[in-house]
């Protein structure tokens, strides 16, 4: 799930039991909690002047979300522009495909980062809203009655689990539940680092094996510059990088996947149209360059080759073949130019 929250206890003392369940949807502002204070702490002089500097340190932090979303908010408008430009040059000629697609590129991840932005002050208002409620806790005692806390939803979100449903005393800083919106998924794909440096933002990938019918495309926002140490199935140390990658298939194709699903990514390097190719095993190296044996009539004739692009089992031929030529698909030490051979 690409943004989550972590509702935690703003103070400590007493929560009442929770009445929700995972699943269950929750909008911006909703009742999550209600914690009673504990009056020892909430009479504490310097549990109140605590609060107040949180109080200001959360006004801070909401302040600079804003600037940093009105930035990616600008960001994000650029982006489209020029997205708009390159597709205007790109009917004329004036620029390839390969700049058109980082234009689109550039674009989703401004759009991306302008949402994050955008949910960074969310966070940054609950934050505030929490250490202000934190505050007014602290002078809870009126005519005889103890005012509670609530603790509200800081989006639109549904309910991922519940952490504490009984009723109970917590502390500051507990964790309470765990909300997201199940519609921002995002697929996190460990790789190979040997594989990870093949792989470019804006990639096409392949999403399958995951229950549902069909197969869902995506596009790779993300490769982590940093890696990280896997044991294998095998007991052997791999080195591993994350790859984020968004959905680009409609929602309705993916909507029955939830936060922590299984899938399997297919990452597509290159593609092309009418690509001349032969098995990878008829290949064999010819000095500095490759080879492979044509089927002349009865006999196998030595033909050099220029490959291009390779996909383990099949090779793409740029020179020395031609489609429909029929050659050796496993050649051993017997085959020799010239020799007579039948098919099999």
Do not use: C
């Not at 009105?70 to 408008?77: E, M």
């Not at 199935?233 to 922590?260: H, K, M």
């Amino acid at each position: 799930m690409r943004e989550r929250y972590l509702v935690s206890a703003p103070v400590a003392g007493y929560v009442r039991r929770i009445g929700l369940d995972a699943g269950d949807a929750v909008k911006a502002g909703q009742m999550l909690a209600v914690i009673e204070p504990a009056r020892a702490v909430a009479l504490d002089p310097r549990t109140r002047a605590q609060a107040q500097a949180q109080v200001s340190a959360a006004r801070a932090a909401l302040a600079a979300a804003e600037e940093n979303a009105r930035a990616a908010a600008a960001a994000a408008q650029l982006a489209r522009q020029e997205r708009v430009r390159a597709e205007s040059l790109r009917q004329s000629n004036f620029v390839s495909a390969q700049a058109l697609d980082i234009a689109i590129t550039a674009e989703t991840r401004a759009r991306a980062a302008d949402q994050g932005a955008r949910h960074a002050v969310k966070v940054a208002r609950f934050d505030l809203e929490t250490a202000q409620a934190a505050v007014a806790s602290t002078d809870r005692l009126k005519s005889g009655v103890a005012d509670v806390v609530q603790v509200r939803a800081p989006a639109d979100a549904h309910v991922l689990r519940l952490l504490q449903e009984s009723e109970g005393a917590v502390a500051a800083g507990q964790p309470l539940l765990e909300i997201g919106d199940p519609a921002s998924l995002e697929v996190e794909v460990e790789v190979l680092s040997t594989h990870a440096v093949k792989i470019a933002p804006g990639s096409k990938v392949i999403l399958d094996r995951w229950g549902g019918a069909q197969a869902v495309e995506g596009r790779v926002r993300v490769v982590e510059p940093s890696g990280f140490t896997k044991i294998s199935a095998l007991g052997v140390e791999e080195q591993r990088v994350r790859v984020i990658v968004d959905f680009s298939s409609p929602r309705e194709a993916w909507a029955r996947l939830g936060d922590g699903y299984r899938v399997e990514a297919r990452f597509v390097l290159w593609e092309g149209q009418d690509v001349l190719q032969l098995p990878t095993s008829a290949l064999f190296r010819q000095g500095d360059g490759w080879a492979a044996f044509v089927i002349d009539g009865r006999r196998a004739r030595l033909a050099p080759v220029g490959l291009g692009q390779r996909a383990g089992l099949a090779t793409e031929v740029l020179s020395g073949l031609a489609a429909g030529d029929k050659v050796v698909a496993h050649p051993d030490e017997t085959i020799k130019d010239g020799v007579r051979v039948k098919p099999r």
